[in-house]
């Protein structure tokens, strides 16, 4: 069955950086896009980035363009979300999803991870 | 930047049929998602490609998508079905969620 579990959410001062993980099994993991998307204590759902199965396609929501960058170790069936520049505003549950803007998945997120909290505070 | 709107909640009896709209420019030429996210849990899609079902969702949950507006309907609303309702679309390569709609079946 599919799984996604992500990994190394935590509490990181303004200004400070963070990777966040999300290990996949269950499926050919070269086959999909994946996306992250975030979720702030007690608010509605923001897409945060997706990545072609391939690698080569990267896209960025303009709240943390510059500032994220999404990658993906076909070898180790993992994603990642490498944060810089941490805001307090970027507090939120981190959610790993199988999908994007591609046809596969019929460009929806199928599946999703149970989420990583990363908290933004001093 | 392109929005999605949606009511912030909605209240319904057992039995009854539930809608919730999702409105946004021209979204009936996007191809619209729903997910379904229960307290304390992570979201789950429950519609894709405007109205085709998961293997695993019931009957009951259905949709359609025309002109600016998507529908999510569920026929013979269940207690079990008490939760908050995300719309998505893309535009521009871009995710968009719709703000949500908090269903309470009471």
């Known amino acids: 069955q599919v799984q996604l579990v992500e990994s190394g959410g935590g509490l990181v001062k303004p200004g400070g950086s963070l990777r966040v993980s999300c290990a996949a099994s269950?499926?050919?993991?070269?086959?999909?896009?994946m996306s992250w998307i975030r979720q702030a204590p007690g608010k509605g759902l923001e897409w945060v980035s997706y990545?072609?199965?391939?690698?080569?396609?990267?896209y960025y929501a303009d709240s943390v363009k510059g500032r994220f960058t999404i990658s993906r170790d076909s070898a180790k069936n993992t994603v990642y979300l490498h944060m810089n520049i941490l805001r307090d505003d970027d507090t939120a549950v981190y959610y790993c999803?199988?999908?994007?803007?591609?046809?596969?998945?019929?460009?929806?997120?199928?599946?999703w991870g149970q989420g990583t909290l990363v908290t933004v505070s001093s | 930047s392109y929005e999605l709107s949606q009511p912030p909640s909605l209240s319904v009896s057992p039995g009854q049929t539930a809608s919730i709209t999702c409105s946004g420019d021209?979204?009936?030429?996007?191809?619209t998602s729903w997910y379904q996210q229960r307290p304390g849990q992570s979201p789950v899609l429950v519609i894709y490609q405007n109205k085709r079902r998961p293997s695993e969702i019931p009957e009951r949950f259905s949709a359609s998508n025309s002109g600016n507006t998507a529908t999510l309907t569920i026929s013979g609303t269940q207690t079990m079905d008490e939760a908050d309702y995300y719309c998505q679309a893309w535009d521009s390569n871009t995710g968009v969620f719709g703000g949500g709609t908090k269903l309470t079946v009471l």
């Open positions: 021209d979204l009936g030429k996007k191809f």
């Open positions: 990545i072609s199965s391939s690698g080569n396609l990267i």
């Open positions: 999803a199988r999908g994007g803007y591609s046809s596969v998945s019929g460009e929806a997120f199928d599946y």
């Open positions: 269950g499926f050919i993991f070269s086959d999909y896009y």
